[in-house]
């Protein structure tokens, strides 16, 4: 089992607003959907019984926090699903997936994790350092 970061930003709309990204982040994880992008890293090693940890980026307030938890339920790359692919919502301004993740066993944290304080403990984060966000942009 290989565990893989979900990271979501806020998400521009048609109308020329904004979603949250923990907005973005509750309807991708209560459809139990996440698509998956040309330029996403790992998505061939992505397989079902993987474990996926949430992470919200950006410069709002609850951003550069881990938030929640999920099993890979499965990865469908089929042209008919991720066209149809409307886990962020009818109105968001993005690109259609390559992929999209199936999700199961969410779990919420409780307390949302800032990285800031945990990073000397992540294997994936260069020791001692103070510019750790560069690390996380690509999943």
Request: glycine content about 8%; proline content about 5%; aromatic content about 8%.
């Amino acid at each position: 089992m290989t565990t893989f970061l979900l990271i979501v930003n806020r998400c521009e709309r048609f109308d020329g607003g904004f979603d949250s990204a923990i907005t973005m982040a509750h309807r991708r994880l209560e459809a139990g959907k996440w698509a998956l992008y040309a330029n996403t890293p790992h998505k061939a090693e992505m397989k079902a019984g993987d474990q996926v940890l949430v992470y919200l980026a950006g410069a709002e307030k609850e951003a550069k926090h881990f938030v929640a938890t999920a099993t890979i339920a499965g990865l469908d790359v089929s042209a008919r699903v991720c066209q149809g692919y409307k886990a962020d919502g009818p109105d968001a301004l993005a690109e259609p997936p390559v992929a999209v993740l199936s999700l199961q066993e969410v779990r919420w944290l409780a307390t949302p994790v800032p990285v800031g304080s945990i990073k000397d403990k992540l294997d994936f984060v260069p020791k001692g350092t103070k510019k750790w966000g560069c690390v996380l942009q690509r999943g």
